[in-house]
């Protein structure tokens, strides 16, 4: 069984849509044994909703809940009894292969890194974004850890983005390019021309060079390397304009009677399409190079994302990632244990 922690009380839609997700997730992989953390009541009131394999589904009581707008590093340290922290704890403790939250962004880095850790040689953990394609999906490595970044992050993203798309999603020898504004090689700001060269001399992942944002969607590369403030901007503008197109598309087809009858002609086609740009479909964001696996899923997150969350906890397990994670940054690994923790 791959245990997973998954933080019941974080998210907008807690417990009743994190519960549900847990309960579709153990309902369809019978390799999940899945640990809901949070105020014990509330979750046994929840799950007599559902029928499940109760040798697949655990509570942890955990009577704190850390609210999204609470100063992070303060919630971490004062709030030891919440979901939260409880669970990153059970990934700490091996209790858990994994943790995956809905809660707090702010907190589940900060205590990501401060109780989980980081593996041996990664400097900065990154937050990997799988975000839907016109082929498939790629990662945007990082979206949302690190906003000031050096060059030498940059190229351990790269090469743990690769791992984790080759390992995970099953794509051989994921393509890997650096977020710039042309193609050039001497294009860009002061970052991405320091990278590029370091980039480019990595014999170890398949670097193709500059990608522009245009080209994301257009599966331009699998692994989108960038700063955390570029892959955040990305990520926002990609969720916010797929909400917008499929509302436009929504509202012409409801136009009139006319546009509805064609709807109702190509329902299916149009579902089955849609689906395919459903980022919920690909679990949620990993937290890559943490000694265990934690996994941010949307604040908004229903049960569809849980449970995928969840299954793609069990393939990372399976995969063995953080191993080789370990053995493709001994090159580039801190030259001091002093660097390691600035």
Same mark, same amino acid.
């Given at each position: ?6 933080d019941?009380?974080g998210?907008d ?21 899945v ?16 029928k499940?394999?109760q040798?697949?589904?655990g ?36 209790e858990?292969?994994?943790f995956?939250?809905a ?28 975000v ?6 790629c990662?945007i ?9 050096r ?14 798309m ?24 002061? &970052? +991405?021309?320091? #990278?590029?060269?370091?980039? =480019? @001399?990595?014999?170890?992942? *398949?670097? !193709?060079?500059?990608?522009e ?9 699998d ?8 892959g ?8 916010g ?5 499929l ?11 006319k546009?509805k ?20 479909e ?6 890559i190079?943490?000694n265990? &696996? +934690?996994?941010? #899923?949307?604040?908004?997150? =229903? @049960?569809?994302?849980?449970k *995928?969350? !969840?299954i ?5 397990a ?8 370990v053995?493709?940054l ?13």
């Amino acid at each position: 069984m791959i245990k997973i922690a998954l933080d019941a009380m974080g998210g907008d839609n807690a417990p009743g849509e994190i519960i549900k997700g847990a309960v579709d997730a153990v309902n369809t992989e019978s390799e999940s044994f899945v640990y809901l953390v949070g105020k014990k009541e509330i979750i046994e009131s929840e799950l007599t909703k559902y029928k499940y394999n109760q040798a697949q589904i655990g509570i942890v009581d955990a009577r704190d809940v850390i609210e999204t707008g609470e100063p992070p590093v303060m919630a971490v340290r004062k709030k030891k009894d919440s979901s939260l922290v409880k669970g990153l704890t059970m990934v700490k403790n091996k209790e858990a292969d994994a943790f995956v939250s809905a809660g707090s962004s702010g907190a589940i880095l900060v205590g990501g890194q401060v109780i989980v850790g980081r593996l041996p040689g990664v400097e900065r953990p990154p937050i990997g974004a799988i975000v839907p394609t016109d082929k498939g999906c790629c990662i945007i490595v990082d979206s949302g850890a690190n906003v000031d970044a050096r060059p030498n992050f940059l190229v351990q993203w790269a090469k743990m983005g690769s791992i984790y798309m080759e390992s995970c999603v099953g794509i051989k020898n994921p393509r890997v390019a650096i977020v710039n504004v042309g193609l050039e090689e001497e294009k860009g700001n002061q &970052l +991405v021309k320091e #990278t590029y060269p370091l980039l =480019k @001399a990595c014999n170890d992942i *398949n670097f !193709i060079g500059s990608i522009e944002a245009r080209e994301i969607p257009n599966s331009g590369a699998d692994v989108i390397v960038c700063d955390a403030f570029v892959g955040n901007v990305i990520l926002k503008l990609y969720e916010g304009l797929a909400g917008t197109l499929l509302k436009k598309i929504k509202g012409s087809l409801m136009s009139n009677l006319k546009t509805k009858i064609g709807a109702l002609l190509i329902k299916g086609s149009l579902k089955e399409t849609l689906k395919t740009m459903d980022s919920s479909e690909y679990g949620g964001a990993p937290l890559i190079g943490l000694n265990g &696996l +934690v996994v941010k #899923t949307h604040g908004s997150s =229903k @049960a569809k994302e849980v449970k *995928n969350s !969840i299954i793609q906890c069990v393939t990372f397990a399976k995969q063995n990632i953080n191993e080789r994670i370990v053995e493709s940054l001994k090159d580039t690994a801190p030259t001091d244990d002093k660097k390691a923790n600035e």
